[in-house]
């Protein structure tokens, strides 16, 4: 990782605000930035979490604490506590209370690290802030910038930034975008960073590993309702059809006079009348809508994709990436044509690539 005086000497004016949440991305992405020359400020964003919920923050802080100790760096305090309950949890439990099924990770990113936190870095006169995202952003001829995928395909987190425009791509830096998980291992014990072999976080942003069904039990009432077959037949019941996703395969009983050895999809449910129905089949046959995905609320980062372009979408985070078709784009919405069916729910994120650029997304309605 060398630096040239030139560049060193040109970014000695450019003060960066990084993220740093005590894991090895954030502190590998402040430790290259110093190396670069940045004047650098490690800021700890502090979010909401529910009481009934073993808070982990004040541990991550200490590690970022320790982190930025390490590197002589200055170390801040966010607080972003009533714009994450609000933006990003009170959301979460919104859209799961209509059936549908969002994507928390998303809205943290768009609300809380490029939003709060870039207004916080601001007010204290930062040019960029900068986050340990595995995402790379080229500049192109124009002085816009794209959005790519980051080298370690296997850490990549731009599914998560889709949301992103290019006021926020132009004040944001990606130190690690550039490198394998396996280089960054490799910095931070050349650093000797403390938390060089801390293990990666897992779970919705910021409030880590979570039972999604036991959380939102705690804000939506539970209402035990018929699982039925493809025939209708009652095989089952379950605690709220709210609480599911399509395509999963847990969180409901079968009676015990069904025997099925297979596993069973939730492929379809109706929140009026407090039924799912599963399936040993992921795809109902013959239903040609599987392969049809209307998107609304999109977000394109740079230009615009063209109609009966083919590009690829995927639907979850590290999900397949599957070719598609756009058919429709029109005021924010979308027409995606798949080249084979998939199940997908309400409110979940769809991502679209043209090869390593992601151009952008939706919501699918």
């Keep these: 990782m060398r630096v040239g005086k030139k560049m060193f000497n040109k970014n000695k004016n450019k003060k960066v605000f990084v993220g740093v949440s005590g894991g090895v991305d954030s502190a590998v992405a402040l430790a290259c930035l110093k190396k670069e020359g940045y004047q650098i400020f490690g800021v700890f964003i502090k979010t909401w979490s529910p009481d009934f919920?073993?808070?982990?923050?004040?541990e991550e802080r200490r590690e970022a604490i320790r982190v930025c100790a390490s590197l002589d760096v200055p170390f801040l305090d966010c607080d972003a506590e009533k714009e994450y309950e609000k933006e990003v949890a009170s959301y979460m439990i919104k859209e799961y209370s209509e059936g549908r099924t969002p994507n928390p990770d998303v809205m943290c990113n768009r609300q809380i690290k490029f939003g709060v936190f870039w207004k916080f870095a601001k007010e204290?006169?930062?040019?960029?802030?900068a986050t340990g995202h595995y995402a790379k952003k080229v500049k192109q001829k124009d002085g816009s910038f794209d959005l790519l995928i980051g080298r370690d395909e296997n850490?990549?987190?731009?599914?998560?930034l889709w949301t992103l425009n290019q006021d926020d791509l132009a004040r944001s830096l990606f130190p690690i975008g550039n490198l394998t998980k396996k280089k960054v291992r490799k910095i931070a014990k050349r650093y000797n960073l403390p938390n060089a072999d801390k293990k990666d976080s897992q779970g919705v942003c910021f409030l880590g590993p979570l039972d999604i069904k036991k959380f939102l039990a705690h804000y939506i009432n539970q209402k035990e309702g018929q699982v039925l077959n493809e025939k209708g037949q009652v095989i089952g019941r379950h605690n709220g059809a709210v609480f599911f996703t399509l395509g999963e395969r847990h969180g409901f009983m079968t009676n015990s006079s069904y025997n099925n050895k297979?596993?069973?999809y939730v492929v379809a449910k109706d929140i009026e009348n407090n039924t799912i129905?599963?399936?040993?089949n992921k795809i109902i046959k013959d239903k040609d809508d599987n392969k049809l995905i209307?998107?609304?609320?999109?977000?394109?980062i740079n230009k615009l994709p063209k109609i009966n372009e083919k590009y690829k979408a995927q639907i979850r985070y590290h999900g397949e990436l599957y070719n598609c078709l756009l058919r429709r784009l029109e005021r924010g919405e979308i027409s995606l044509e798949l080249d084979e069916a998939v199940l997908v729910d309400r409110g979940q994120?769809?991502?679209i690539y043209d090869k390593d650029?992601?151009?952008?997304?939706?919501?699918?309605?």
Excluded: T
Aim: glycine fraction near 10%; aromatic fraction near 12%; include cysteine.
């Design 124 to 129: 204290r006169g930062a040019d960029f802030i």
């Design 155 to 160: 850490k990549d987190q731009i599914y998560f």
């Design 294 to 300: 209307k998107l609304a609320d999109c977000n394109w």
């Design 262 to 264: 297979k596993p069973l």
């Design 349 to 351: 994120s769809v991502v």
């Design 357 to 365: 650029i992601c151009l952008g997304g939706g919501v699918i309605i």
């Design 53 to 58: 919920i073993n808070c982990s923050w004040p």
């Design 277 to 280: 129905i599963v399936s040993e």
